[in-house]
Structure formats: structure tokens, C-alpha cells
């Protein structure tokens, strides 16, 4: 494929910018992003202001491109012909159904393309789709709104509950609700609705309730999630060894769940006792699924550990990329960008598929630091797009998916792992016990240092 010179030194140069702006170019074009609207959409409307110069606004935002939604506008670079107001009050206004789509979408798009590319990772229970489901708080705003400035309660903007794939890597659907005190377990129907045949569902002792586990299982999917103490049951035999997982010996009983209309449910019960003590001081773990029992205790309790990758998702969303932006007070707004934000994370969890396939899954996952990878795409593409203007991405959107995933490898060969190292922390230190002198309640930095050097000089 022959491109533009100034094309072929930012390939080389920086190849992480480009993957993600070919990526946005094929997977989240103006037309597609716009007829996302039109049909989601129920009371907003568009004029002046279209719905994709939004997303791409807040793409830059939230990737640290721009410093602040202000700062965004202020650069015209999007198009925007409308006031700052307008703008606010469109964000304050993108009906969550949308917001949500988005994040849909946007991971429809990508899974084929990670297929292709050979940058799946194999699932942890192999025969059966992965989910893993888990709720996330937005973070407290500031207290911009009349009603909260008195007040020092935290003004919560939302909750979601976020579907992600392991296999995949990817935030695959998303629930959201404006109402930041609502529980997770009152937002579960239309994750029951996303239920298919076969389909593995990971997720917390906060969903473990009848409803959601009987939901699951009429649909003809399956379910591991960690026992709560509120739930019903009873047991129907002891508990049986069935051997040792990395995390502790393993065993084994069925329990009986009964539903309302007397009709009985047999599930396995599995308890790890566990090597080592949970941060709650738990020494023991209780998980509950309807898995067949041709999938061992051991696999089903090493399955639930899957668990921690959204939780190492919500990190990489609030360390690399900025999605609570917290002078965003009204809740569609938050939710909208932090939507914004999972879109971006799904953008880097393709590109990182895309170099598994090219350099291994373990050479990038122990040396391929996502912070690096979103500094360079947020420092970079302003840059590169007033050097490539939008009419020399076109041919992204005509290439056939074999013909993209062969240019994203040759990226990824570009790619020098030196310039992007990702961190490896040491065994965490206890912290120390502090003591307060009120008579000497700050210290000079200088004398301790003057006082160590006398130490050690002896």
C-alpha cells in the first residue's frame, strides 16, 4: 500500500497514533456514529451540533489530548460552530440508551477485526463465552450544582454495570443509571436479556441472588459467581475434596435452590480454603455455578479469578485515560464521558490484541505498558492530524478486514518495546504505624537528610 512520505515517518515513528486513528477512521465513521443517534436517540436532537463532533471532542479529552472539555472547544479543530453552552448542555443531555450504544458498538466493531488478527486470547473455560460483569460508581463531581454547595456529601453522578470479555479484552455492553445510590442488583434485567446459549457469567457476591442465577439458567447459560449470605439454599450432601487449585484446596457439594412456584434447581456449591487471607480477612471462598460437572471444581474456582481483569480494566481507565471528569456535574454528561472512555479503552485493548498476534501474549502483557501507549496517542495525534487531514484516512474505510489487520501488523513490527515499559512493582511494604507530636507537627526535610548522612559517615 502506497501512502504519503509523512504517512510512512509517523508509521514508524509512532505507530501506536496511527493504529488508533486508522482504527476510529474503519470502526466509528461520522455516518455510523450519527445513525447511531438517530435510532437510540429519543427526545435529543441534532442541528447544528452532530452527534460525532461530541464523541470526537470528548475522545481527545478523555485520552488527555486536550486538558479540558473547554480547552477542547476553544481549539475549533472539531468543526464546532455552536457556543461552549451549547455544547455543555448537549453533553448534559445524551440520553444514557446512547451513551451506552456507543460502548456496543464500538466493541461489534473491533471483535471481528481482533479474530482476524489472531489477538483473542484463549477463553478461561474453554467451550464456553466468558463474561464477566461487574458495577462501577462515577466518581464524585465537584460541587458545582446550586443544591450542593453546602453541603459536603459527595455528589455521585451515576453507576454502571460493565459486560467484558476476557477473551476479547473488551468492554463488550454497558448498563448505566443516572442514579448514583441505586443498586447494582436493580439494573440486572437488561443483562439478562443479553444472555445466549452456552455463555459463562462471572461476577460477584452482589448478584448472587435467586432471580438473576435462575434468569441465567432457564436461558440455557451458565453461571459462577461467589455465594452471598442472603441466598436461600439447601444443601443436599457433604462436601467432598476434589483436590488443590493455585489458590487452595478445593471442595465440592450440590445445593438446592427452590423458586416461587416450587420448582427445584441443583447447583454446585465450591469452597476454596485459601493459601492466603482475602483483603476482607476471608479464608475461604464459596462460589456457586450450574457448570457441568465435567468442568472440574479446580478449572471452575481458577475460572472465577478472571473476575480481577475488569477490576484491572476500571484502573487502566482511571490511571491512563481521564474518564470522570469531575467538573462534569449532571449525570448524563458523567456517564456519557465515561462511556467515551470505555470506547477508548476498547480501542487500546484491540491494538494490544493486534500486538499479541504479532510479538506473543506474554511479551506484551509483562512489557507493554498501556500508559505509555495512551501518552503517545493523546500527545501525538493533534500533531498528526493537521499534518494528515481527514481525507488521507479514507482509505481505511475501503480496505477489506484482512487487508487492515496485515497493515496493523506491520505497525506492530514498528513497534520498539523500550520506548513503552510497563512497571513491575515490588512486594507491597506494610505501612508503618505513624506518630503525631502536636508539638512538632511538621519536620524540615533538609535536617533529616543532614542527620542520615552523619549516620552513615559514622
Not at 509517523?10 to 445513525?35: C, D, G, H, I, W
Not at 514498528?414 to 510497563?422: A, C, H, I, S
Request: proline share 4%; net charge neutral; aromatic share 8%.
Amino acid at each position: 500500500m502506497l501512502l504519503d512520505p509523512v504517512f510512512e515517518r509517523f508509521m514508524e515513528k509512532t505507530p501506536f497514533a496511527v493504529m488508533a486513528r486508522s482504527l476510529l477512521e474503519r470502526t466509528l465513521t461520522s455516518e455510523a456514529l450519527n445513525a447511531l443517534f438517530q435510532e437510540k436517540a429519543n427526545a435529543q436532537y441534532e442541528r447544528e451540533l452532530t452527534f460525532s463532533s461530541v464523541v470526537d471532542l470528548m475522545g481527545q479529552v478523555v485520552t488527555s489530548a486536550f486538558p479540558s472539555v473547554r480547552a477542547a472547544f476553544l481549539d475549533k479543530t472539531f468543526g464546532i460552530s455552536v457556543s461552549l453552552t451549547s455544547l455543555y448542555n448537549k453533553l448534559q443531555g445524551i440520553e444514557p440508551q446512547v451513551s451506552a450504544q456507543l460502548v456496543a458498538h464500538s466493541a461489534g466493531q473491533l471483535q471481528p477485526l481482533l479474530q482476524e488478527s489472531g489477538g483473542t486470547l484463549p477463553e478461561p473455560v474453554p467451550g464456553y463465552h466468558m463474561h464477566v460483569l461487574d458495577g462501577n460508581n462515577i466518581a464524585a463531581t465537584e460541587h458545582r450544582l446550586d443544591e450542593t454547595r453546602d453541603n459536603s456529601a459527595a455528589p455521585l453522578p451515576g453507576k454502571s454495570l460493565c459486560v467484558f470479555r476476557p477473551a476479547l479484552q473488551l468492554v463488550t455492553n454497558i448498563v448505566l443509571c443516572e442514579d448514583g445510590h441505586a443498586q447494582e442488583r436493580s439494573l440486572v434485567d437488561p443483562i439478562l436479556d443479553l444472555i445466549e446459549k452456552d455463555s459463562l457469567w462471572v461476577a460477584d457476591r452482589n448478584f448472587c441472588f435467586q432471580r438473576f442465577l435462575l434468569g441465567i439458567a432457564l436461558k440455557l447459560g451458565f453461571f459462577l459467581i461467589r455465594e452471598h449470605a442472603g441466598l436461600n439454599y439447601q444443601v443436599a450432601n457433604k462436601l467432598r475434596k476434589r483436590g488443590w487449585s493455585a489458590s487452595g484446596e478445593v471442595l465440592e457439594q450440590t445445593i438446592v435452590i427452590e423458586d416461587e412456584k416450587g420448582h427445584k434447581y441443583h447447583f454446585r456449591r465450591i469452597v476454596v480454603k485459601l493459601n492466603q487471607a482475602t483483603e476482607d480477612g476471608d479464608w475461604e471462598l464459596a462460589l456457586l455455578t450450574n457448570l457441568p460437572k465435567t468442568v472440574s471444581a479446580i478449572v471452575v474456582s481458577e475460572a472465577y479469578r478472571q473476575r480481577w481483569t475488569i477490576e484491572g480494566g476500571f484502573q487502566d481507565l482511571t490511571t491512563t485515560l481521564d474518564c470522570e471528569i469531575n467538573t462534569l456535574c449532571y449525570p448524563r454528561a458523567a456517564l456519557f464521558v465515561f462511556c467515551v472512555a470505555v470506547l477508548a479503552y476498547n480501542l487500546q485493548s484491540a491494538i494490544k490484541g493486534v500486538m499479541r498476534a504479532e510479538h506473543g501474549a506474554d511479551k506484551v502483557e509483562h512489557d507493554l505498558s498501556r500508559y505509555f501507549v495512551a501518552g503517545e496517542i493523546g500527545q501525538v495525534y493533534r500533531g498528526m492530524m493537521v499534518a494528515l487531514p481527514s481525507d488521507e484516512w479514507v482509505v481505511f474505510q475501503h480496505m477489506s478486514i484482512t487487508e487492515y489487520a496485515a497493515f496493523l501488523k506491520q505497525l506492530a513490527r514498528n513497534v520498539d518495546f523500550e520506548r513503552y515499559p510497563k512497571a513491575h512493582r515490588g512486594t507491597k511494604k506494610a505501612k508503618p504505624k505513624r506518630h503525631y507530636d502536636p508539638e512538632h507537627p511538621h519536620v524540615s526535610v533538609a535536617k533529616i537528610l543532614l542527620a542520615r548522612k552523619l549516620n552513615e559517615t559514622g
